[in-house]
């Protein structure tokens, strides 16, 4: 196999959450490229079929089904789903996740944590849980979490304690995966990314002050893109990274040398 050739999927079966804009769609156009049939898995069915049709419009195999990674039976129905529609799955990227700045530790709601927790962490878990049960059977699979250069360093100037924990802990969710299931086939494996100009981001543009924070604390002056994030998680999704499992490749403009 050529080195090139490494980057291929060909043939291979591609589960994407949150997988309908910004960063997500984007992995699905990569791994869509590079030969994978893909699943597009969103909480918003409309827009899933909606992004599935763009996709699919570009050529090869896409489908789109509603999943919200919150709730475990949501999960299980999204899998069965898919099983029906192509009878396996081999690489699963956990990109659904919500971020709430701005909220004080002190005076942050019970609510507020939780909604965060229940979405980047535990629906993760929920996810991973799932569709690892099948590649543990047949000995092979991949797993692309999404985590953050959050979970390594503390954002300034805004406090988001709920998202900066969730993301630490599925950077240590990776790894244990990774120990535990690396000697039956399966890698599991992270990106974190630093700010990336989606419509998360797009909704603070004209604020001055945290465009220079954030920017300005970015050794490359500049945010990130979704397609670079999605070139990452293609490398982790393919055999060209078939050694490595448990890693957390931050993909932060040089954030957190800083």
């Not at 996740?97 to 004080?104: A, D, N």
């Not at 019970?110 to 690892?132: I, K, T, Y």
């Not at 900066?164 to 399966?186: C, D, F, I, P, Q």
Request: aromatic share 8%; with cysteine.
């Amino acid at each position: 196999m050529s080195y090139l050739d490494r980057f291929r999927i060909d043939g291979k079966v591609a589960v994407v959450t949150g997988g309908a804009r910004g960063i997500g769609y984007a992995v699905c156009e990569a791994l869509s490229e590079a030969g994978a049939a893909v699943v597009i898995a969103d909480i918003d069915g409309d827009r899933a079929k909606d992004a599935a049709r763009r996709l699919g419009e570009r050529g090869g195999r896409v489908a789109a089904v509603q999943m919200d990674v919150t709730q475990p039976e949501s999960v299980e129905d999204a899998r069965n789903e898919v099983a029906e529609m192509f009878g396996t799955v081999d690489i699963l990227v956990n990109n659904a996740g919500i971020s709430k700045s701005f909220e004080p530790a002190e005076t942050m709601s019970d609510q507020a944590w939780l909604s965060v927790l229940d979405v980047n962490l535990n629906g993760l878990f929920w996810c991973c849980r799932s569709f690892a049960r099948a590649m543990l059977e047949r000995g092979s699979g991949v797993i692309v979490n999404v985590g953050s250069m959050s979970g390594e360093i503390v954002n300034r100037p805004q406090e988001q304690s709920q998202y900066n924990a969730s993301k630490a802990a599925v950077h240590h969710l990776t790894r244990s995966l990774a120990a535990e299931w690396g000697s039956r086939g399966v890698r599991v494996n992270a990106v974190a990314p630093t700010y990336i100009a989606t419509e998360m981001l797009e909704q603070f543009e004209n604020d001055d002050t945290l465009m220079e924070y954030w920017r300005g604390g970015t050794p490359m002056d500049r945010f990130g893109r979704a397609d670079e994030i999605a070139a990452v998680v293609l490398f982790l999704a393919s055999n060209a990274s078939s050694l490595m499992t448990g890693s957390i490749v931050l993909a932060d403009g040089g954030y957190t040398c800083w």
